[in-house]
């Protein structure tokens, strides 16, 4: 039972370079979000995506895109990465009007 | 704007000592509050509060909701060095959505 699956867990990118972070969840979830996370602080909403097909900005969407690619999977690109996405991602499912589950983070430092 | 708000920002306290953990929100079509422990990855479920008043309780932590007031506390009684972590809350719209997390409490526990 693998629950919230993320990859890479580390990524260093140079200024520019553009990636994709990969989530995926086995607990037939309706929502998925991503999160950013930077040292010392709390969550902070990138996108989510209530049901599959759809998907909406959350607190900081810039610099980012989303695919909803079915109801498992939920991926995060970062077209040309800048230094400010130095940062911790968490991908999270739940149940709608359920408590979160989390995947374990992508550490991402950009140079 | 949603809105919400953790104090203090950080705590330090011996083992055996008492902790209350706030946490105020401003949230269009609130339907519920949610608490988390995060130590060093991702983090996990500690309580979803929905009534007013209405205590919940595991073990050492307890926490309640006050939806007149709009605030949350936490409460962890005899502290250990395992409940250093940094605590987060979090409310959820009535959509079933989490958008908005605090910016989290970090507690220390020193033996």
């Known amino acids: 039972n693998a629950g919230v699956t993320q990859t890479p867990k580390f990524q260093v990118l140079k200024t520019g370079q553009s990636m994709t972070l990969q989530c995926a969840q086995d607990?037939?979830?309706?929502?998925m979000y991503w999160y950013r996370q930077d040292p010392g602080m709390g969550l902070r909403l990138i996108y989510y995506s209530a049901s599959e097909g759809t998907t909406d900005k959350g607190e900081v969407p810039n610099g980012y895109n989303v695919s909803r690619l079915n109801k498992r999977e939920f991926s995060l690109r970062l077209e040309s990465a800048a230094p400010s996405q130095t940062s911790v991602y968490f991908c999270?499912?739940?149940?709608?009007?359920?408590?979160?589950?989390f995947g374990s983070g992508t550490q991402l430092s950009v140079l | 704007e949603d809105k919400v708000v953790q104090s203090p920002l950080s705590l330090v306290v011996h083992e055996g000592d008492t902790v209350t953990l706030n946490c105020s929100y401003e949230v269009t079509n609130f339907r519920s509050l949610l608490w988390y422990k995060q130590e060093k990855k991702a983090p996990t479920f500690l309580f979803m509060l929905t009534s007013s008043g209405i205590e919940k309780k595991s073990g050492r932590l307890s926490s309640i909701l006050d939806k007149k007031e709009l605030f949350s506390i936490l409460n962890i009684t005899a502290t250990q060095t395992g409940d250093s972590a940094i605590y987060l809350c979090?409310?959820?719209?009535?959509?079933?959505?989490?958008?908005?997390f605090g910016g989290g409490t970090r507690l220390m526990v020193k033996p």
């Open positions: 607990m037939n979830h309706n929502s």
């Open positions: 979090a409310p959820l719209d009535n959509a079933g959505n989490m958008l908005t």
């Open positions: 999270a499912s739940s149940q709608r009007g359920a408590q979160l589950f």
